[in-house]
């Protein structure tokens, strides 16, 4: 991940220091199904699917839940597949990511159906696997993807089948270079939303940060919410009752070279060994390949940025997100 060069002056200065005991963490997004983690980059193909090799060094980093997002209607059964298989560890979202918006004028109107139909199966299983609806919403970075008026009628007509359906999950959201179309959308379905829910991957200002909180909704972050100035005061600012973490993983990883690492990650435990792709090894991290075991980093820099021990941010998102998502196989829907 690329990071400009960040101007710390009026934050804390001081590293977190290592916590007195074992901490556990809930990674509330990962893309399982990402090209990555079936081994191929640039559409090139470099080595054998190895996602249950990143879940295995989760567990060992202390990573005990995990989201896997959803980002389209074919991921429900991939991602199914690995929940069912890991009970308790992963945990899944259904819905359609704004990156795949156009897939239902493409599809039609029995895309929706599809979807709406994939998730009444899902949460008739015990245990059930699904914690969120999502991920939907807008991102306007990346309109090559689906154009603008394309991804906020998909937005709506997802939150419309969700209310409709009376679904008791909280939403899973995006909202990146979509603000006020974001908030304009989402806000006259507040009351009918039973369990609110996450905007994730949040970048933005302070004050928007507390819009999204005053509408009742969690603030996620990770390594791509520490790029810019105005990003991480945002960060520091967020209340720990509403503050989740994530990777984002494949993506998202925090460049040991960055500000932040070099100010707050000193006293954080090292990183699994890692190896260039073209030299993959099943026991080894990938270089420059996000994964779920680095949880603790974006724990250490949210801790640095709030002045707090990484304790206090560990225990706050763990609680939040286990309260919000339901992630204990007894209380799961």
Not at 97 to 121: C, F, M, N, W
Not at 162 to 183: G, S, T, Y
Request: with cysteine; proline share 6%.
């Amino acid at each position: 991940m690329a990071s400009e060069r960040l101007d710390l002056t009026d934050l804390p200065l001081k590293a977190p220091p290592k916590p007195n005991k074992t901490l556990r963490y809930a990674d509330v997004a990962v893309t399982a199904t990402a090209k990555e983690f079936d081994g191929v980059y640039r559409n090139k193909k470099y080595h054998q699917a190895d996602f249950a090799n990143t879940l295995d060094r989760a567990l060992a980093a202390g990573v005990e839940k995990i989201m896997l997002t959803g980002m389209s209607l074919p991921d429900v059964s991939v991602n199914l597949a690995i929940a069912q298989s890991r009970p308790a560890q992963c945990f899944i979202t259904i819905g359609v990511h704004p990156y795949h918006a156009a897939q239902l004028d493409t599809e039609g109107p029995t895309y929706l159906e599809k979807l709406a139909g994939s998730i009444r199966a899902v949460l008739t299983l015990t245990p059930c696997p699904v914690a969120a609806f999502g991920e939907l919403g807008l991102d306007y970075d990346r309109l090559n993807h689906a154009p603008q008026d394309v991804q906020v009628r998909v937005f709506r007509a997802q939150l419309d089948l969700f209310v409709e359906n009376k679904w008791n999950l909280p939403l899973f959201l995006h909202c990146r270079a979509a603000f006020d179309d974001f908030v304009d959308i989402v806000t006259p379905y507040i009351e009918r939303l039973p369990r609110r829910g996450l905007v994730h991957s949040f970048v933005g200002s302070t004050a928007q940060m507390q819009k999204l909180v005053e509408l009742g909704f969690d603030i996620s972050v990770n390594g791509f919410s520490f790029q810019n100035r105005e990003s991480i005061d945002m960060v520091a600012a967020i209340p720990l009752e509403r503050l989740q973490i994530e990777t984002d993983s494949p993506w998202g990883e925090i460049k040991s070279g960055s500000e932040v690492a070099k100010q707050y990650l000193i006293n954080a435990p090292s990183l699994p060994p890692s190896k260039k792709r073209d030299k993959w090894d099943a026991a080894c991290m990938v270089k420059e390949r996000n994964e779920s075991c680095t949880m603790d980093r974006v724990a250490y820099v949210v801790a640095g940025l709030k002045g707090v021990t990484v304790d206090e941010i560990a225990e706050a998102a763990w609680r939040n997100s286990v309260d919000m998502f339901r992630l204990t196989l007894d209380e799961n829907i």
